[in-house]
C-alpha cells in the first residue's frame, strides 16, 4: 500500500476487555514497530518484528500485551484484561530493514478503556 | 539509558519568521536521528533523517543538523508559515540497541500565527 495503516482508529473499550489492534506495513517492508503514546508525551517503544519473529519486545509493559506478525506482513497487538491506563494511542510503523532505515508511522488506533 | 529532551516545550510565533527547535540527548552512541512532525490526532510524518556520519540534511524550508559528540540537534525552519503548526518530534535510534527502536523526546508544540 502506499502507508502504513492502522485499524480500528479509534477503540473504545470496558475495563477487563480484550482487544486487537491491526496494522498494515508498507509493501515490503520486513522491519515492524509498535509504540505507544500517552497524552502530552513522545511514542515510547514496545515491540519491534524482524520477518515473523518478535527481535525485541522489551518495551512491552507487563504479558498482558501480546503482538504478532505470522506471515510476515500484517501485525496485531493484543492486550488482555485491558485497564484504565492502557489507554493510549498505538503507533504502528514500519521500515525498510533495519540498519538505521527511515521508519513511517501509521495514523494510529486510539484505545479508551472506560 | 538514552533520554532525549526537547526545548521549548511549546513556541509561538507571526507568520514569516525563522526559527530553531532544539533536541538534546545524553547518549552520543547513536545510529540516526529522525524529526517528526504530528499534527493533532494524527500519526507521525517523517521531515528528516541524519545518519549519525552526517552534520545536516535540508528539505525545503527545513534545515537539521547533527552534532554528535555533544548530544545535540536542531531543526531550522525558514520563512514560517501557519501551516507548520504541529509538534515537532525528534528521535534517536541508540547505536547499540538491536533492531532500530526510536527513542522520541517530548516534542514541541509550534503555533505561527497569520
Known amino acids: 500500500g502506499a502507508g502504513v495503516s492502522q485499524t480500528p482508529s479509534n477503540k473504545v473499550t470496558e475495563k477487563g476487555k480484550y482487544v486487537e489492534l491491526r496494522c498494515d506495513p508498507i509493501?515490503?517492508?520486513?522491519?515492524l514497530y509498535w509504540y505507544r503514546q500517552s497524552l502530552g508525551q513522545g511514542p515510547e517503544f514496545l515491540i519491534y518484528f524482524q520477518g515473523t519473529g518478535a527481535a525485541d519486545d522489551s518495551g512491552l509493559p507487563n504479558d498482558r500485551f501480546f503482538a504478532v506478525r505470522p506471515e510476515g506482513s500484517v501485525s496485531t497487538l493484543k492486550i488482555q484484561r485491558t485497564e484504565r491506563g492502557d489507554s493510549a494511542v498505538y503507533l504502528c510503523?514500519?521500515?525498510?530493514?533495519?540498519?538505521?532505515?527511515?521508519?513511517?508511522f501509521g495514523p494510529g488506533t486510539r484505545l479508551t478503556v472506560l | 539509558k538514552q533520554e532525549v529532551t526537547q526545548i521549548p516545550a511549546a513556541l509561538s510565533v507571526p507568520e514569516g519568521e525563522n526559527l530553531v527547535l532544539n533536541c538534546s540527548f545524553t547518549d552520543s552512541a547513536i545510529y540516526n536521528l529522525q524529526w517528526f512532525r504530528q499534527d493533532p490526532g494524527k500519526g507521525l510524518t517523517s521531515l528528516l533523517l541524519i545518519q549519525s556520519s552526517q552534520r545536516e540534511q535540508t528539505s525545503g524550508r527545513l534545515n537539521a543538523s547533527l552534532d554528535k559528540s555533544s548530544g545535540r540537534s536542531t531543526l531550522y525552519i525558514a520563512a514560517s508559515q501557519p501551516g507548520d503548526s504541529a509538534t515537532y518530534l525528534c528521535a534517536v535510534r541508540h547505536r547499540e540497541t538491536s533492531g532500530s527502536r526510536l527513542t522520541f523526546g517530548e516534542g514541541t508544540q509550534l503555533t505561527v500565527n497569520p
Open positions: 510503523a514500519s521500515s525498510l530493514g533495519t540498519s538505521g532505515d527511515e521508519q513511517f
Open positions: 509493501s515490503g517492508h520486513t522491519a
